[in-house]
């Protein structure tokens, strides 16, 4: 067997693949290992058998699959988490991680280990695959000028300390959450004084009869320019016995039922800006008005706001929810539109087909790939990695094929169009681009990597596995203090942020076994992007320091 998977390595990518997968899925005591697996696999059987190693070319592909495909779905959140209270936050976990860093510069001189073992272990400790892709991507530039021997022990090195540490970067963080949860007594009260930070509320219709004198006799337009942002949007009005879509002509009239769609917040501005509450329901089925949750599958909607498009010109409709991935929301008339959105429409019976046409509503056009846009910023993204970086004294630094990839699709992600062409991608076709290069490049520098798993441990022995422990306690213990002592959140706020400081989706899974609330999802949304930037960062800066010195 041994023999077949050496000499077809098209066979032995896929037996990779697939058996990690299959491991992977195992549930012990409620933790999976997932896609982690396929890399302990590759490790396993490149070092039972040295021939067992894929070549290079499948770890640069799926490489640059794997951070394009998530610069790209990250980008407009990355560049938003810097705004408003995000910046606070995104600024706290970026200063934990260097702090972590500092440690693994620590426990690395300590017990004596490499610079790409130091980054290999600051990556496992803090369980983030693409700053592992991106330390031997840095491993492998800055170590051109050594003998060959030497250049692929380091390569290899960051893969294996990885391994070693990611377990506890899982395992321990889940134990400290529930110490510290017990240590402070985190019960549901605390949780409650501070819900009101959620930012995903439930989304709630409800009706007010117009009785306020100061928007009685004024159009929907004028009455909503003087409001500011509501956060809620109109959907029908009642004018005696005619029930219609509200458009921004509607004129109010005194007892006028209108059907306003927003949050708790959004729903007491309503009632301050139209009047009061009414118990009248105007009916959600109508033989002239219709409902549909439409699919946003036109490419040349994509990237433009919903006042840009102009609906209300074009047809008499409005769109009252967003779907987004596995949210919804209350859309603003700024929030642009994306390729696969599910967007729910009121509209005239007989106009609504036209509404579908307009929209696409095609589930096969979304969940296809535009790869001219994919191949293009992949090519901007390479040659950016290209780019020499002068660090003095005549060395220079490249952001080579991890780093480069990466910032052209935040970049490109953010502007989402530009031009004619379309950025962005459909978040199913994004999802599996992802999974295959992430799966790509795990099997195949695990296989590499198996080889040098017996000189690693030699030469770090136990150091290795306290060392990662260490380092994932400073940045558990750091995010835990800061988050329920200093900004005084509830504790599943805060196992929440740790979460996405970590970008560890079992740790986000505990936190919500933990409470009923959406705290630990939006706290780890809040933090993530800045995250995942930060230790791929950081991970190259800690190779690049010590090789160089």
């Given at each position: 067997m041994l023999d077949i998977l050496a000499e077809n390595l098209l066979v032995l990518l896929f037996a990779v693949i697939g058996l990690g997968y299959l491991i992977g899925n195992i549930n012990i005591f409620g933790f999976k290992l997932g896609v982690a697996a396929v890399l302990f696999v590759g490790i396993a059987l490149g070092a039972i058998d040295d021939r067992?190693?894929?070549?290079?070319?499948?770890?640069?592909?799926?490489?640059?699959?794997?951070?394009?495909?998530?610069?790209?779905?990250?980008?407009?959140?990355?560049?938003?988490?810097?705004?408003?209270?995000?910046?606070?936050?995104?600024?706290?976990?970026?200063?934990?991680?260097?702090?972590?860093?500092?440690?693994?510069?620590?426990?690395?001189?300590?017990?004596?280990?490499?610079?790409?073992?130091?980054?290999?272990?600051?990556?496992?400790?803090?369980?983030?695959t693409p700053a592992l892709a991106a330390a031997v991507e840095a491993a492998q530039n800055l170590s051109g000028n050594l003998p060959d021997s030497v250049r692929q022990y380091y390569v290899n090195a960051p893969v294996v300390t990885y391994g070693l540490a990611y377990p506890f970067g899982v395992f321990g963080v889940i134990l400290m959450f529930f110490i510290c949860g017990k240590i402070c007594k985190a019960d549901a009260s605390s949780e409650a004084r501070n819900i009101e930070t959620s930012d995903a509320p439930s989304i709630l219709s409800r009706t007010f009869r117009v009785t306020n004198p100061a928007v009685t006799n004024k159009s929907i337009e004028d009455t909503m320019k003087y409001a500011g942002e509501t956060g809620f949007v109109l959907s029908r009005i009642k004018k005696r016995d005619k029930i219609d879509v509200v458009m921004p002509n509607t004129l109010l009239e005194s007892g006028d039922l209108i059907i306003a769609v927003g949050n708790n917040a959004a729903m007491e501005r309503a009632r301050l800006l139209f009047g009061e509450v009414s118990p009248e329901r105007i009916p959600d089925v109508m033989e002239q008005i219709s409902y549909r949750r439409v699919f946003v599958s036109n490419k040349a909607l994509v990237g433009k706001s919903i006042r840009e498009i102009q609906l209300h010109k074009q047809l008499h409709a409005t769109i009252t929810r967003l779907r987004r991935g596995d949210v919804d929301f209350v859309p603003s008339p700024e929030t642009p539109l994306e390729l696969g959105d599910r967007i729910k429409v009121v509209a005239p019976s007989d106009e609504m087909e036209q509404v579908v046409k307009l929209f696409g509503d095609s589930v096969k056009s979304i969940s296809e790939t535009d790869y001219l846009s994919l191949s293009l910023g992949i090519v901007l993204g390479v040659f950016l990695g290209m780019i020499p970086i002068p660090l003095g004294g005549g060395l220079t630094f490249k952001l080579g094929f991890a780093g480069g990839p990466l910032i052209a699709g935040l970049i490109l992600g953010k502007l989402e169009r530009t031009g004619p062409i379309n950025w962005e991608m459909p978040f199913n076709a994004n999802l599996v681009l992802r999974q295959v290069g992430l799966v790509f490049f795990l099997a195949s520098i695990g296989t590499k990597a198996g080889g040098a798993l017996g000189d690693v441990i030699h030469v770090g022995g136990i150091g290795l596995f306290v060392g990662g422990a260490i380092i994932t306690l400073v940045v558990t213990m750091s995010a835990i203090l800061l988050g329920y002592k200093y900004l005084k959140l509830a504790m599943v706020a805060v196992m929440g942020m740790m979460a996405g400081i970590q970008t560890q989706p079992a740790c986000l899974a505990y936190a919500n076994q933990q409470t009923d609330s959406e705290l630990p999802n939006v706290w780890y949304t809040t933090v993530y992007p800045a995250s995942m930037v930060s230790k791929i960062i950081l991970a190259q800066l800690i190779v690049s320091t010590i090789i160089l010195l």
């Amino acid at each position: 067997m041994l023999d077949i998977l050496a000499e077809n390595l098209l066979v032995l990518l896929f037996a990779v693949i697939g058996l990690g997968y299959l491991i992977g899925n195992i549930n012990i005591f409620g933790f999976k290992l997932g896609v982690a697996a396929v890399l302990f696999v590759g490790i396993a059987l490149g070092a039972i058998d040295d021939r067992l190693a894929l070549p290079e070319y499948i770890t640069i592909i799926g490489l640059v699959l794997f951070v394009y495909a998530v610069g790209l779905q990250s980008g407009p959140g990355f560049f938003a988490s810097f705004r408003k209270r995000g910046m606070r936050y995104s600024l706290m976990a970026a200063l934990i991680l260097a702090a972590g860093a500092l440690t693994a510069l620590l426990v690395g001189k300590i017990f004596g280990l490499s610079a790409p073992s130091t980054a290999g272990l600051f990556c496992g400790a803090l369980t983030n695959t693409p700053a592992l892709a991106a330390a031997v991507e840095a491993a492998q530039n800055l170590s051109g000028n050594l003998p060959d021997s030497v250049r692929q022990y380091y390569v290899n090195a960051p893969v294996v300390t990885y391994g070693l540490a990611y377990p506890f970067g899982v395992f321990g963080v889940i134990l400290m959450f529930f110490i510290c949860g017990k240590i402070c007594k985190a019960d549901a009260s605390s949780e409650a004084r501070n819900i009101e930070t959620s930012d995903a509320p439930s989304i709630l219709s409800r009706t007010f009869r117009v009785t306020n004198p100061a928007v009685t006799n004024k159009s929907i337009e004028d009455t909503m320019k003087y409001a500011g942002e509501t956060g809620f949007v109109l959907s029908r009005i009642k004018k005696r016995d005619k029930i219609d879509v509200v458009m921004p002509n509607t004129l109010l009239e005194s007892g006028d039922l209108i059907i306003a769609v927003g949050n708790n917040a959004a729903m007491e501005r309503a009632r301050l800006l139209f009047g009061e509450v009414s118990p009248e329901r105007i009916p959600d089925v109508m033989e002239q008005i219709s409902y549909r949750r439409v699919f946003v599958s036109n490419k040349a909607l994509v990237g433009k706001s919903i006042r840009e498009i102009q609906l209300h010109k074009q047809l008499h409709a409005t769109i009252t929810r967003l779907r987004r991935g596995d949210v919804d929301f209350v859309p603003s008339p700024e929030t642009p539109l994306e390729l696969g959105d599910r967007i729910k429409v009121v509209a005239p019976s007989d106009e609504m087909e036209q509404v579908v046409k307009l929209f696409g509503d095609s589930v096969k056009s979304i969940s296809e790939t535009d790869y001219l846009s994919l191949s293009l910023g992949i090519v901007l993204g390479v040659f950016l990695g290209m780019i020499p970086i002068p660090l003095g004294g005549g060395l220079t630094f490249k952001l080579g094929f991890a780093g480069g990839p990466l910032i052209a699709g935040l970049i490109l992600g953010k502007l989402e169009r530009t031009g004619p062409i379309n950025w962005e991608m459909p978040f199913n076709a994004n999802l599996v681009l992802r999974q295959v290069g992430l799966v790509f490049f795990l099997a195949s520098i695990g296989t590499k990597a198996g080889g040098a798993l017996g000189d690693v441990i030699h030469v770090g022995g136990i150091g290795l596995f306290v060392g990662g422990a260490i380092i994932t306690l400073v940045v558990t213990m750091s995010a835990i203090l800061l988050g329920y002592k200093y900004l005084k959140l509830a504790m599943v706020a805060v196992m929440g942020m740790m979460a996405g400081i970590q970008t560890q989706p079992a740790c986000l899974a505990y936190a919500n076994q933990q409470t009923d609330s959406e705290l630990p999802n939006v706290w780890y949304t809040t933090v993530y992007p800045a995250s995942m930037v930060s230790k791929i960062i950081l991970a190259q800066l800690i190779v690049s320091t010590i090789i160089l010195l």
